[in-house]
């Protein structure tokens, strides 16, 4: 590229140089050259200034503009969670693959195919029942997946699992049944799970994929609402799905179940309180004209505590009125009666439900259970007098050892005593020996 300023410059040296060696005549000759001289500088600058400017302009056409990279956002990473393309939806699979085997010395249940334990139904010690009854199922395995997306409300979370149980519980029915199934998001939660009324947290663990008596596992159909109070200390309020039954005697509850839960736990987490509550309602009907409602309600306390990190006491306390939904081992929830113009009485249910257990923990293998649990019905209201052959007390003795030969495998050997009585003073005893591995994934 020319140097316009430097041309510029050598022409005006030359004209001046011309117009001391030319020495004109004339002051007036003179005076002409060097006004042409400094047109000439003048019009050389602006096209210097042109050629500036022009260069500029080039110079911005020729630098593209590169929109900024925004870093991508990184999915908090917690273990065993595979994280999707869009960086935020995390998936988690888990589940057990579980093999159990029952022998029953005496008491087995009528329908000999029944891996849990049946106390509240087996035969009477008068109807001289067959002893010494194998099972072996693999239907308690278990399948589930979890689901967390961050959201601007707090995380989105969302958990199916099921089992091969089905409807019928029994040895090798090998039918999906949904346990879980629900969405929360914040302090909300939509979908079936364990109830408001009871808990798995304050009962020891055992052998048995029933649950031990004295407590409850029952899973519903809710949305649920928790409160936290303080650091130690929350509410939970729920509706559930009540009585749904639909056939001549029970004609399906009008309004849904309340239940409730308190928590409170100490500063150092050693120890669980929990304060349960329950109202619904029993509802019998054939046709608008003869139905017949009763309000069935339950009250609940729990705990534990953990003594050494090696030693826990657990216990529980339940008492209910007209209902047999949500704890374990419960006869029916009311009896009815037909008046003489087809219209029917409710005699509700009364119970108390009571559990104690103990857990010690040998070593990082193996680990042992004691526990006892009962269930005592008020025996001198109408429902007794309307069922005779109902039960009026249970209990079981249980002791278990657990055995972790590595990661994730327990061995577990169970045995349980138990025995029902009747409201006619009738007895029936159970004893079984239940076996089971189990791999958690």
Same mark, same amino acid.
């Given at each position: 590229?020319?140097?316009?300023?430097?041309?510029?410059?050598?022409?005006?040296?030359?004209?001046?140089?011309?117009?001391?060696?030319?020495?004109?005549?004339?002051?007036?000759?003179?005076?002409?050259?060097?006004?042409?001289?400094?047109?000439?500088?003048?019009?050389?600058?602006?096209?210097?200034?042109?050629?500036?400017?022009?260069?500029?302009?080039?110079?911005?056409?020729?630098?593209?503009?590169?929109?900024?990279?925004?870093?991508?956002?990184?999915?908090?990473?917690?273990?065993?969670?595979?994280?999707?393309?869009?960086?935020?939806?995390?998936?988690?699979?888990?589940?057990?693959?579980?093999?159990?085997?029952?022998?029953?010395?005496?008491?087995?249940?009528?329908?000999?195919?029944?891996?849990?334990?049946?106390?509240?139904?087996?035969?009477?010690?008068?109807?001289?029942?067959?002893?010494?009854?194998?099972?072996?199922?693999?239907?308690?395995?278990?399948?589930?997946?979890?689901?967390?997306?961050?959201?601007?409300?707090?995380?989105?979370?969302?958990?199916?699992?099921?089992?091969?149980?089905?409807?019928?519980?029994?040895?090798?029915?090998?039918?999906?049944?949904?346990?879980?199934?629900?969405?929360?998001?914040?302090?909300?939660?939509?979908?079936?799970?364990?109830?408001?009324?009871?808990?798995?947290?304050?009962?020891?663990?055992?052998?048995?994929?029933?649950?031990?008596?004295?407590?409850?596992?029952?899973?519903?159909?809710?949305?649920?609402?928790?409160?936290?109070?303080?650091?130690?200390?929350?509410?939970?309020?729920?509706?559930?799905?009540?009585?749904?039954?639909?056939?001549?005697?029970?004609?399906?509850?009008?309004?849904?179940?309340?239940?409730?839960?308190?928590?409170?736990?100490?500063?150092?987490?050693?120890?669980?309180?929990?304060?349960?509550?329950?109202?619904?309602?029993?509802?019998?009907?054939?046709?608008?004209?003869?139905?017949?409602?009763?309000?069935?309600?339950?009250?609940?306390?729990?705990?534990?505590?953990?003594?050494?990190?090696?030693?826990? %006491?657990?216990?529980? *306390?339940?008492? !209910? +009125?007209?209902?047999?939904?949500?704890?374990? #081992? =419960?006869?029916?929830?009311?009896? @009815?009666?037909?008046?003489?113009?087809?219209?029917?009485?409710?005699?509700?249910?009364?119970?108390?439900?009571?559990?104690?257990?103990?857990?010690?923990?040998?070593?990082?293998?193996?680990?042992?259970?004691?526990?006892?649990?009962?269930?005592?019905?008020?025996?001198?209201?109408?429902?007794?007098?309307?069922?005779?052959?109902?039960?009026?007390?249970?209990?079981?003795?249980? %002791?278990?050892?657990? *055995?972790?030969? !590595? +990661?994730?495998?327990?061995?577990?050997?169970? #045995? =349980?005593?138990?025995?029902?009585? @009747?409201?006619?003073?009738?007895?029936?005893?159970?004893?079984?020996?239940?076996?089971?591995?189990?791999?958690?994934?």
């Amino acid at each position: 590229m020319v140097k316009v300023k430097t041309l510029a410059l050598a022409l005006s040296a030359v004209f001046m140089g011309t117009a001391v060696h030319a020495a004109p005549s004339t002051n007036k000759e003179v005076t002409d050259l060097q006004s042409e001289v400094a047109q000439l500088k003048q019009l050389v600058q602006q096209l210097s200034n042109q050629q500036q400017q022009q260069a500029v302009q080039l110079q911005q056409r020729a630098v593209v503009p590169v929109a900024p990279v925004a870093a991508p956002t990184v999915a908090s990473s917690k273990p065993g969670w595979i994280t999707l393309a869009d960086g935020q939806t995390q998936l988690k699979v888990y589940g057990s693959v579980r093999a159990d085997a029952t022998y029953d010395f005496e008491g087995g249940t009528s329908d000999t195919t029944d891996i849990y334990n049946r106390t509240e139904k087996v035969p009477l010690n008068s109807a001289n029942a067959t002893k010494n009854n194998l099972n072996v199922s693999a239907a308690a395995s278990r399948i589930g997946l979890d689901v967390m997306r961050p959201t601007q409300y707090g995380d989105l979370n969302a958990k199916l699992e099921a089992d091969f149980l089905g409807s019928g519980y029994t040895n090798g029915n090998g039918s999906f049944r949904v346990r879980h199934a629900y969405v929360s998001l914040d302090r909300w939660l939509v979908g079936q799970t364990t109830s408001v009324f009871v808990n798995n947290e304050t009962s020891p663990e055992v052998v048995d994929a029933r649950g031990v008596m004295g407590s409850g596992t029952q899973r519903n159909v809710q949305v649920r609402y928790t409160q936290p109070l303080t650091a130690n200390q929350k509410l939970l309020v729920a509706v559930e799905s009540g009585d749904v039954e639909n056939n001549k005697t029970a004609g399906g509850s009008r309004l849904p179940a309340l239940t409730a839960r308190y928590d409170i736990s100490t500063a150092d987490k050693k120890g669980t309180l929990q304060v349960h509550g329950l109202v619904h309602e029993n509802r019998v009907s054939t046709n608008d004209s003869n139905d017949e409602e009763k309000m069935g309600w339950g009250a609940g306390i729990g705990g534990k505590y953990s003594f050494t990190p090696a030693d826990t %006491l657990f216990a529980n *306390y339940y008492y !209910v +009125k007209g209902d047999n939904k949500y704890m374990l #081992y =419960t006869d029916p929830a009311y009896a @009815t009666s037909v008046n003489s113009d087809g219209s029917y009485n409710i005699y509700e249910s009364e119970y108390s439900a009571a559990l104690l257990g103990y857990a010690h923990k040998w070593n990082n293998q193996w680990r042992s259970n004691l526990a006892a649990g009962g269930l005592w019905y008020k025996d001198d209201n109408s429902y007794a007098k309307a069922s005779t052959t109902a039960n009026k007390s249970l209990y079981n003795v249980i %002791l278990n050892t657990f *055995y972790t030969p !590595v +990661k994730n495998v327990d061995v577990g050997a169970e #045995y =349980t005593y138990g025995q029902r009585k @009747t409201f006619t003073e009738q007895k029936g005893d159970y004893s079984r020996l239940n076996l089971m591995a189990r791999y958690n994934f």
